[in-house]
C-alpha cells in the first residue's frame, strides 16, 4: 500500500482562513440576533446553523487538501460533466427564492449548486492548458472546446439567473487562459467579441439595467432600486474610522437587506469602522498571498494553474464583495468567502482552499510504501507515515 508523505498545511494561509472563520462567527451573530429572531423565533437559530457549518467546510477543506494533485487532473472531466447536470437538474426542480431559480431545498436547506461547481471548472481549466498546450495556437481545435464549456456554463447560469457568476467565471477563465499560454490575438479577438455580448445580455434584463442606473446613482431611487446601496452606504458612513461598537449597529435591524450574507461588510464597516475593514482587507490579502505563492513555486503546469485558479476565485469574490457594498461595482449577490453566511459559498470557498492546499501539501511530496517498510523494519522500529 503506498501513501504520500505530505507537507504540513501553510500556517499563514492556514491561520487566515481560520481567523476569517472566527471573525465571521462574530459579525454573522452580531447581524443575524434579530432577525432570526423575528423569522425563526429564535435569535440563535441563524448562528446556530452557522456553528453548524463551520466545521464542515473545515472538514471538506482538510479532505480535498489531501487528495494528490493528480487525482484532481484525472476527475476534471467526471466532476465538470456532474456539475452541468447539476445545473440543469435544479432549473428543473430548483426552488425560485427572489426571482432567481438558483438552489435546491433539501432537509430543510438551500443548496446552490454553482458554489460547489466552480472548482471543478477551474480543475478543467488547468486540466486543459496543462495538456494540450500544442493546441492553442490553432483557434478551432485548441481554444473552442474550452470556449463550449464556458458558453454552456454561462448559458446554464443566466438561464437561472445568475449574471454575477456568469462574469465572474470568464473573468478567471480569460486570466488562466492568458497566463497558460492561450496566443494574444485569440484573448484579444474574444474580449472585442465578449464587449456587445454582454451588453446585450445586461440591457436584455430591466432589473440589470435598473442595478446599473443605481449603482451611478443610488440616491436617485433610494426607496426603489438603489436601496440596499443607500443603506449600506450610511452604514459606511455612520462607521467612521472607528465604528459605533461591536453589536451596536442599526442598519442591520431591517434596513439593510442581507446584513449577515451579501452585505456582511457593511455591518462591520458600521460597528467596526475603517479599522474593521483594514483589518479584514490584510486577513484576506495574507490569504491570497499565500495562495499566489503556492501557484508560483507549482513543479506543474497543471498545479500551478490549479493553484492560481482557486485563489483568483476567491480574490475576485472578495473584490465583488467587498466593492459592491462601497457602491465600486453595481450590487451583485457575491457571497464574501469564509465570513458571508451560506453554507455552500462556505464549501465551496472551502474546496477552493483545499484544492490550493492540496497543491502545496504535495508539493516534492514523497512515496511511502508502508507494506514494505513494515516487512524489513527491525524490532521495534517505527514506521514512516
Known sequence: MTK??????????????????????????????????????SPWHILLRWCFYMPVGLLVMWAVSNVHPSWWQAMAMPLLLVGFVLL????????????????????????????LIKPAFVL????????????????????????????????????????????LLM????????????????????????????????MAAPYRVARLTSFVDPWADRFGSGYQLVQSQIAFGVGGITGAGLGQGVQKLFYLPESFTDFISAVIGE???????????????????????????????????????????????????????????PTKGMPMPFVSYGGSALIGS?????????????????????????ANRKPFQEVPV
Request: proline share 3%.
Open 350 to 374: 472551502s474546496m477552493l482552499a483545499g484544492l490550493i492546499f492540496s497543491v502545496q501539501r504535495h508539493q516534492g511530496a514523497k512515496k511511502v510504501n508502508k507494506r514494505a517498510n513494515r
Open 124 to 167: 478543467y481549466i488547468a486540466y486543459y492548458l496543462s495538456n494540450f498546450q500544442e493546441r492553442l495556437n490553432s483557434f478551432a481545435n485548441g481554444m473552442m472546446p474550452m470556449l463550449l464549456m464556458l458558453f454552456f456554463m454561462v448559458a446554464l447560469l443566466l438561464a437561472q439567473p445568475d449574471f454575477g457568476n456568469s462574469a
Open 4 to 41: 504520500y508523505v505530505r507537507n504540513p498545511f501553510d500556517a499563514w494561509m492556514l491561520l487566515s482562513i481560520l481567523a476569517l472563520m472566527m471573525f465571521s462567527l462574530i459579525m454573522v451573530g452580531s447581524a443575524s440576533l434579530e432577525v432570526a429572531d423575528v423569522r425563526y423565533g
Open 271 to 329: 460597528e467596526l469602522g475603517l479599522i474593521g475593514i483594514l483589518s479584514l482587507i490584510i486577513v484576506f490579502s495574507t490569504l491570497l498571498w499565500r495562495g499566489f505563492k503556492v501557484a508560483r513555486d507549482a513543479d506543474t503546469d497543471f498545479t500551478r494553474l490549479l493553484a492560481l485558479g482557486s485563489t483568483l476565485l476567491l480574490a475576485a469574490a472578495f473584490v465583488i464583495n467587498l466593492g459592491a457594498a462601497m457602491g465600486i461595482f
Open 171 to 202: 473573468a478567471v477563465s480569460f486570466a488562466l487562459w492568458f497566463v497558460g499560454g492561450v496566443p494574444i490575438r485569440h484573448l484579444m479577438g474574444l474580449f472585442v467579441a465578449a464587449i456587445p455580448v454582454i451588453a446585450v445580455i445586461v
Open 88 to 115: 440543469i437538474v435544479v432549473l428543473v426542480v430548483g426552488s425560485n427564492i427572489n426571482g432567481a431559480t438558483r438552489w435546491f431545498s433539501l432537509f430543510g436547506m438551500t443548496i446552490q449548486p454553482i458554489e
